[in-house]
């Protein structure tokens, strides 16, 4: 008897490895998934100038990082307090006008550079309510009056519109990992909401459609339809429990990693828990020769997956 409807994932067409160098953006739950790349040593970059939710927002963050433009002072709001940026993380403002536009430009530089090196590239899109100002869509409304703004809810075709530019021109030669975030916007209203994500997964089937070089992963139908359930919620009923952001990796690594990848996953997390593990005597030799195992474990894995951290750790008292 079967009391829950699991969802099969096909492998996808283009799977990541660890040679390949990645860019994630989006919504919180891009960071979710980002996080546990990072953990697993893949080379990742996340987010660079902020959380972004909507999905005109990230376009504009796209087309920001391949035009890399520095961000100028006039572009940055003053509300007495701090100066910030539409386009821009609440991270970023400061106090200081000069610090909050170098932290900018930074973010921005880093995105630029993450964007060329970038093989694949993961977009989460998480809501299709959008908050414009002067008729152009703002990434964070940083706490500014509502009367600022006007909200609506974007349409599927000018969402694919946006994002047709980008796969045609800055992206035609990058692979593309497409999600909607599982996170529900209850501040949105829950039929609103349901309305956003539909709008959000049509626009992902069409984009999916019109270009070869985009995938589809069901991260919001894992948790929706497959988990289904509150206690998959975290206490605010709206993101989903760490044991959901599990069980969307489990089932991300065998639709998403080539094979060598799912081959050495255990392993590089094994060394990885290791070398977060603190011995009641570092400086015993029974602790000394674990340390050397690690760091034999660790040549012999490829050279692209990143350990320094952890040889370091390693090798302060391997000897």
């Known amino acids: 008897m079967k009391f829950r409807t699991e ?3 096909a492998p996808l067409a283009d799977r990541i490895g660890y040679q390949h160098r990645l860019l994630a953006i989006g919504s919180c739950f891009a960071e979710h998934i980002a996080a546990k790349l990072t953990e697993a040593k893949f080379r990742i970059a996340t987010n660079p100038t902020g959380i972004l939710f909507n999905p005109l927002s990230i376009a504009e963050a796209l087309h920001s990082y391949a035009k890399c433009e ?3 002072q006039e572009e940055l709001q003053y509300d007495g307090e701090l100066w910030f940026h539409y386009g821009f993380h609440g991270s970023f403002a400061d106090t200081d006008a000069a610090r909050a536009l170098e932290r900018m430009n930074t973010g921005r530089k880093v995105g630029a550079a993450a964007l060329e090196t970038a093989d694949f590239l993961l977009l989460t899109f998480g ?13 964070n409304c940083h706490r500014q009056p509502a009367s600022e703004f006007i909200r609506r809810r974007l349409t599927v075709e000018e969402i694919v519109a946006a994002f047709d530019l980008l796969f045609d021109g800055s992206l035609a030669n990058k692979r593309i990992l497409l999600t909607v975030s599982p996170v529900r916007h209850i501040g949105d209203g829950l039929a609103e909401n349901a309305l956003s994500k539909a709008i959000l997964r049509v626009a992902a089937a069409e984009m999916e459609a019109r270009h070869a070089n985009v995938h589809y992963f069901p991260a919001y139908e894992i948790v929706t339809d497959d988990l289904r359930d ?3 919620y975290a206490d605010d009923l709206a993101h989903p429990a760490p044991q959901a952001v599990e069980y969307i990796w489990e089932k991300f690594t065998a639709a998403a990693l080539d094979d060598e990848a799912r081959h050495l996953l ?3 997390e094994a060394l990885v828990t290791a070398a977060h593990h603190r011995s009641r005597n570092p400086h015993s030799e029974a602790h000394r020769e674990f340390c050397r195992k690690c760091l034999a474990r660790i040549a012999a894995l490829p050279a692209n997956i990143d350990f320094t951290e952890e040889k ?6 391997a000897d």
């Open 312 to 317: 370091r750790d390693f090798e302060h008292y």
């Open 7 to 9: 969802i099969e994932i």
């Open 230 to 232: 509150y206690r998959f």
């Open 266 to 268: 255990p392993e590089v």
């Open 127 to 139: 809501t299709a309510w959008v908050y414009e100002r002067n008729g152009r869509p703002v990434a």
């Open 70 to 72: 520095p961000v100028r």
